[in-house]
């Protein structure tokens, strides 16, 4: 018979041999007719000792890959000429012989036996027969554990589907369910998206659509492991997988989290299983925007899925009672228990939990705050009841925050990644409400400026998280009192001068932020003048009240004899702490990054105010700022007032009037940036 004929009938493989030597076997397997190849199979179990991979892997070399692959062919019906009636018999021997052959590495990992995936998988889809169908995720497994070629097989075209197929036929609690799932978590855990083509891309979307079905009609134990499997798969950072799974034509999948993430927070589960619904929301979030939470998603013909409103509420009231229990229990181990071996190990795994929940809450700041604004996308179905149940339930989850941030104080402590992530979210939602637990918060500034994380030398994270409130709140004196109470403002401007030295881009947002506050406070005397008043009725209660009208009375005689001796100004020698002058270079240093207007006026403004402190002569004499500085400030205020300021930019218009006004008080001190501005500006 040809080595391409079909297989030989059932009874010719029927041959009765009495254990033959190996040598034997294999002479049978090499031969040139098929039922050669069927008798040496029949008899290779008994030749193949337990353990003995050598012997197994010249069985496999004997037989070839070809001659296997051709008879799961003829069991899926595929090649011509076989019986229908022998089908299931050559289908179960050429599964149970794989399966066998598998067990030792060196087979698994050939590439003919890793080419076979995708027929194991539509054998494992078609059969009707529990054992081989068991066998058939014995064998994937085996495949897949022994090499990467053999992973990454399973994401070509077609086959998570036939798994899946199979998975949810499969009895509950049967064998064959558990080494499916076991399966899956292999994959999950082994496959890697970094350096996928787009092919093996779609595998992987296509394994997150079926382990999302599962997570959401299966009340069984693998509903949970479906849900740990898409938490690993979706809580990779920037992962080409989250940009296949934007791409993909239908929302069923972003439907199926929903619902089961729905099961599992209004059930009675165990703590850990909630938080980890709560991380695979964020992780819907983090890969489809903060919206995803109160987006109208329907799934044809199922009565679970949650109104928005309700779903939005269950996700925050749910991620709220998680982190108020953690920050208790947090509080205890760090200053209470005694048991520091135990501690240490409670502590990191509780303050890695918060900072998931923390990173939740934060997205549903940013959704509420979407939903409050004009701005808010169409899709959103939340209605203002819920809008206003939200922040109220934030009020008091910030409220606990900045609690535990006292315990902290209280115990001096300021150095841990669990208070930077609490900085965090406190400056997340006073972004959004300023003068939300004003109280709280002002007595607690100057501790949250002294926070650093456990890789820092000093504080910077905890002053950027504050910049977005703190450019609100000190455009009313109020907020320019709390900042100037305990020096604050030294430390934003180091925080502005930090982002420049930083490696890479200068991260704009934060620029403006630091520089809008310090603008704030160095605002034109007039404005000044007012704030100094309420800055000294605040300040009385500390006994500062004398200092601080002497300040006033001696920047009032300085204004006044600035008036009378104005032709020697340029003379004037204002000595000004360096901090200042680092402020200058760094400032400069952001303005020459780009030629963007709003980085120009806002970098020239703030430069504008600091250079009324004092003279050219001055800070040519300071240590490490020379000409080539002065030159580069002198280009930028000339770059400022050559702005061509758009009309309905009241923001920039502001700015240039500060400039001009400021310019002409301090032009005399400075001959170099008055000479620059009299050839390029007033010629």
């Known amino acids: 018979m040809e080595q391409d004929s079909s297989p030989p009938t059932a009874a010719a493989t029927l041959m009765s041999v009495s254990a033959p030597p190996l040598d034997d076997c294999l002479r049978l397997l090499r031969g040139e007719r098929d039922e050669q190849k069927l008798a040496g199979l029949l008899v290779a179990a008994n030749v193949c000792r337990a353990g003995d991979a050598a012997a197994v892997v010249e069985v496999y070399r004997a037989v070839g890959h070809r001659f296997l692959r051709r008879l799961l062919n003829t069991g899926l019906g595929k090649v011509e000429g076989g019986k229908e009636e022998e089908q299931e018999a050559y289908l179960r021997l050429s599964v149970t012989v794989l399966a066998g052959l598998a067990r030792v590495p060196?087979?698994?990992?050939?590439?003919?036996?890793?080419?076979?995936?995708?027929?194991?998988?539509?054998?494992?889809?078609?059969?009707?027969?529990?054992?081989?169908?068991?066998?058939?995720?014995?064998?994937?497994?085996?495949?897949?554990?022994?090499?990467?070629?053999?992973?990454?097989?399973?994401?070509?075209?077609?086959?998570?589907?036939?798994?899946?197929?199979?998975?949810?036929?499969?009895?509950?609690?049967?064998?064959?369910?558990?080494?499916?799932?076991?399966?899956?978590?292999?994959?999950?855990?082994?496959?890697?998206?970094?350096?996928?083509?787009?092919?093996?891309?779609?595998?992987?979307?296509?394994?997150?659509?079926?382990?999302?079905?599962?997570?959401?009609?299966?009340?069984?134990?693998?509903?949970?492991?479906a849900l740990h499997m898409l938490t690993t798969l979706l809580s990779q950072k920037e992962s080409p997988l989250h940009d296949s799974l934007r791409s993909m034509p239908t929302s069923i999948w972003e439907s199926h989290i929903r619902v089961g993430i729905t099961a599992i927070l209004q059930n009675r589960v165990v703590s850990s299983e909630k938080l980890h619904a709560l991380l695979l929301a964020e992780c819907m979030m983090s890969i489809l925007g903060e919206d995803w939470l109160s987006e109208d998603y329907k799934i044809k013909d199922n009565q679970n899925v949650m109104p928005v409103d309700k779903f939005v509420l269950l996700v925050l009231e749910s991620a709220r009672v998680e982190v108020a229990v953690l920050l208790n229990e947090l509080a205890y181990l760090k200053y209470e228990s005694s048991e520091t071996s135990q501690t240490?190990?409670?502590?990191?795994?509780?303050?890695?939990?918060?900072?998931?929940?923390?990173?939740?809450?934060?997205?549903?700041?940013?959704?509420?705050?979407?939903?409050?604004?004009?701005?808010?996308?169409?899709?959103?179905?939340?209605?203002?009841?819920?809008?206003?149940?939200?922040?109220?339930?934030?009020?008091?989850?910030?409220?606990?925050?900045?609690?535990?941030?006292?315990?902290?104080?209280?115990?001096?402590?300021?150095?841990?990644?669990?208070?930077?992530?609490?900085?965090?979210?406190?400056?997340?939602?006073?972004?959004?409400?300023?003068?939300?637990?004003?109280?709280?918060?002002?007595?607690?500034?100057?501790?949250?400026?002294?926070?650093?994380?456990?890789?820092?030398?000093?504080?910077?994270?905890?002053?950027?998280f504050m910049l977005p409130m703190l450019s609100q709140v000190t455009v009313e004196a109020d907020g320019c009192i709390i900042l100037a109470s305990f020096g604050g403002y030294k430390a934003v401007i180091d925080c502005l001068i930090k982002m420049t030295e930083h490696d890479g881009t200068i991260d704009n947002g934060s620029m403006f932020l630091a520089c809008d506050t310090l603008i704030n406070l160095?605002?034109?005397?007039?404005?000044?003048?007012?704030?100094?008043?309420?800055?000294?009725?605040?300040?009385?209660?500390?006994?500062?009240?004398?200092?601080?009208?002497a300040m006033r009375e001696a920047r009032r005689e300085e204004l006044e004899e600035n008036k009378v001796q104005l032709d020697n100004r340029k003379k004037v020698h204002i000595?000004?702490?360096?901090?200042?002058?680092?402020?200058?270079?760094?400032?400069?240093?952001?303005?020459?990054?780009?030629?963007?207007?709003?980085?120009?006026?806002?970098?020239?403004?703030?430069?504008?105010?600091?250079?009324?402190?004092?003279?050219?002569e001055f800070l040519l004499s300071c240590p490490g700022f020379d000409t080539m500085t002065l030159k580069s400030l002198s280009d930028l205020i000339v770059k400022s007032l050559q702005q061509d300021i758009p009309d309905d930019d009241r923001e920039q218009f502001n700015q240039k009037n500060i400039i001009v006004s400021g310019y002409k008080q301090w032009a005399d001190r400075f001959p170099c940036i008055k000479n620059a501005v009299e050839q390029h500006v007033y010629t």
């Open 522 to 549: 160095m605002s034109p005397m007039e404005a000044l003048s007012e704030k100094l008043t309420k800055i000294a009725t605040a300040l009385t209660e500390i006994n500062v009240q004398l200092k601080l009208e």
């Open 344 to 464: 240490d190990d409670a502590i990191s795994q509780k303050q890695r939990n918060l900072a998931i929940l923390f990173s939740l809450i934060e997205r549903v700041i940013k959704m509420i705050s979407n939903a409050s604004s004009a701005e808010g996308a169409p899709s959103q179905a939340i209605r203002e009841s819920t809008i206003i149940q939200a922040i109220t339930g934030l009020n008091e989850t910030i409220s606990l925050v900045l609690d535990f941030l006292q315990d902290a104080k209280d115990h001096e402590q300021w150095k841990g990644d669990d208070l930077l992530a609490a900085a965090r979210i406190v400056g997340s939602y006073l972004a959004e409400a300023p003068y939300a637990c004003k109280d709280k918060t002002r007595n607690l500034l100057e501790f949250i400026f002294s926070i650093e994380g456990q890789d820092e030398t000093s504080p910077f994270y905890s002053i950027c």
């Open 106 to 225: 060196e087979v698994a990992t050939d590439e003919g036996v890793v080419s076979t995936v995708p027929l194991i998988a539509e054998v494992a889809s078609k059969s009707n027969d529990q054992a081989v169908t068991e066998e058939c995720f014995e064998l994937l497994s085996l495949i897949a554990i022994a090499s990467e070629d053999g992973a990454y097989k399973f994401c070509e075209p077609g086959v998570m589907d036939m798994i899946f197929l199979q998975i949810t036929s499969l009895p509950d609690g049967s064998k064959s369910i558990e080494l499916a799932i076991n399966l899956f978590q292999l994959l999950v855990h082994k496959l890697r998206v970094d350096n996928m083509n787009v092919e093996q891309l779609q595998g992987m979307t296509t394994m997150v659509t079926c382990l999302s079905r599962l997570f959401a009609v299966l009340h069984t134990a693998v509903k949970f492991d």
């Open 575 to 616: 000595p000004v702490e360096s901090r200042f002058i680092r402020l200058l270079q760094a400032v400069v240093t952001w303005a020459g990054t780009t030629d963007a207007s709003s980085v120009i006026m806002t970098a020239s403004c703030l430069c504008t105010m600091v250079l009324d402190l004092t003279s050219e």
